[in-house]
């Protein structure tokens, strides 16, 4: 079974620009998930996308949006960019259900897109 | 979710047991305990999760003490390939699917 795929695996942007990033999860899996890591937050939660609805938002601004189709393929959208913006972002793939009492609870994360912002 | 403590960084021998501490004194009763870890330039992968038995799996084994304010994970014989960072996480399990990762332990397992 294929994992979870991202791209692009890197990206350079400059300020003010916007950015957008996809995720296709593991075939059969509903569930995609976002994260952002940089060397000073660690790993942030950013939204969780759910049979094309978001189900849970982390703490970001309204410039982090996303949206997950119908494939369950999900992008993720940054705009009017800053250099904090830089990080690895991640997107995870969850099986339908997830349901914590199961032993097949995981969250299974992608390599990750390096955005640097200049 | 309940917060969470670890040691910020340990080392351990190659082919010894490598026993990392995590601390969540404020757990409730319907949080899980679990384990991911982060292998250097990779996403971080899922190493197992318990709610107040002992588990194991083919990576590792979770030791949850009797009043669940602490945790061990255990990898029995460490290799090389084990370093990295090792997040506990606990969260409910009907609080959605976003885990907060905290700062986790670095591990280095040294030949």
């Known amino acids: 079974k294929a994992g979870v795929t991202q791209t692009p695996r890197y990206l350079i942007k400059t300020r003010g620009q916007q950015v957008t990033l996809s995720c296709s999860p593991i075939?059969?899996?509903?569930?995609v998930s976002w994260y952002q890591q940089t060397p000073g937050q660690g790993l942030q939660f950013l939204f969780e996308?759910?049979?094309?609805?978001?189900?849970n938002k982390g703490n970001f601004p309204g410039r982090f949006s996303g949206r997950q189709f119908s494939n369950s393929r999900s992008e993720m959208n940054v705009s009017t960019l800053e250099l904090g913006d830089s990080a690895l972002y991640l997107c995870?793939?969850?099986?339908?259900?997830?349901?914590?009492?199961?032993?097949?609870?995981?969250?299974?994360f992608g390599p990750g897109t390096r955005l640097t912002v200049l | 979710d309940a917060k969470t403590t670890q040691p910020t960084s340990m080392d351990c021998a190659e082919g010894r047991a490598a026993n990392l501490p995590c601390n969540h004194s404020?757990?409730?009763?319907?949080?899980?305990v679990y384990w991911y870890r982060q292998i250097h330039s990779q996403g971080p992968q899922y190493i197992i999760h318990g709610l107040k038995n002992n588990e194991t799996n083919e990576m590792a084994s979770l030791i949850i003490t009797e009043d669940r304010k602490s945790s061990t994970l255990i990898l029995p014989h460490a290799t090389l390939r084990d370093t990295a960072v090792y997040y506990c996480i606990v969260r409910e399990s009907n609080s959605g699917y976003a885990l907060n990762f905290g700062k986790g332990t670095s591990l280095l397992v040294t030949p």
């Open positions: 996308y759910f049979s094309e609805t978001q189900r």
């Open positions: 995870a793939s969850m099986g339908f259900g997830g349901r914590a009492e199961s032993s097949y609870n995981e969250q299974f």
């Open positions: 404020t757990i409730s009763g319907n949080e899980y």
């Open positions: 075939s059969g899996h509903r569930s």
